[in-house]
């Protein structure tokens, strides 16, 4: 008769039954949903504390590095170089965003130091670590200017290049001639027309762009392209 009557009920008393039959299946996989949203919460909110102390540590090594040093002696500023090193070196592997600003504080001390090949790996693994980051464009960027100083011309060209396809990064039309000027260097004169017309079709009356334009003169003039 009970059964009967349940057949017979209203959508809400069928629902209360249901509910009541299975109700501890509902409470163990309500109980399980929730733990999951406040264990996800607490891990961002752990993470977002890490990172904040973390960029906070390498800010402060920054501006110990930066801080008066005009009126520094080589050794002096050298010495602050180390020690700078010394600081960021634990936040280098790091993920996200705390370990690209540690390996671009890294490229740039590596470079001060004219050591273009580890300013190379350091401009590397801040592309890396922030591949999907506004500082990707500007990591492919400060590695292609590495790889022409340690004449890898070929990784340079690419690395422009990839630079350049960034819409935004706020160098595009100087990674572009830097591309094609690369090519050019390379003696690949359509690609580098190729870049240079890409750099007037976009920006027509960037600085760049008129010397992009005066690159194409030259290279028709001298018979390397149509």
Request: hydrophobic share 40%.
């Amino acid at each position: 008769m009970a059964e009967k009557k349940f057949e017979n009920g209203t959508a809400g008393e069928k629902l209360s039954g249901y509910v009541m039959r299975h109700r501890t299946p509902i409470i163990i996989i309500t109980a399980v949903i929730v733990a999951a949203i406040i264990a996800y919460g607490v891990y961002v909110t752990v993470n977002s504390k890490i990172n904040d102390k973390g960029i906070s540590q390498i800010d402060t090594i920054e501006y110990t590095l930066t801080k008066d040093s005009s009126a520094l002696s080589d050794t002096d500023i050298e010495a602050r170089r180390a020690a700078a090193m010394t600081g960021i070196t634990p936040y280098l592997k790091k993920p996200g965003i705390v370990g690209v600003r540690a390996n671009m504080l890294a490229a740039e001390i590596a470079y001060e130091r004219k050591d273009y090949e580890n300013a190379k790996g350091y401009w590397k693994k801040a592309a890396l670590k922030g591949v999907k980051s506004y500082t990707a464009p500007l990591a492919y960027y400060n590695e292609a200017v590495c790889c022409e100083e340690t004449g890898d011309l070929a990784n340079a060209v690419k690395l422009y290049e990839k630079a350049a396809d960034s819409e935004e990064f706020m160098l595009t039309a100087h990674a572009r001639f830097s591309e094609g000027r690369v090519y050019e260097a390379l003696g690949d004169y359509k690609n580098a027309a190729d870049a240079y017309n890409k750099l007037n079709d976009a920006v027509p009356d960037d600085t760049w762009a008129h010397l992009a334009k005066t690159r194409l003169i030259a290279l028709k003039a001298d018979g390397k392209t149509e």
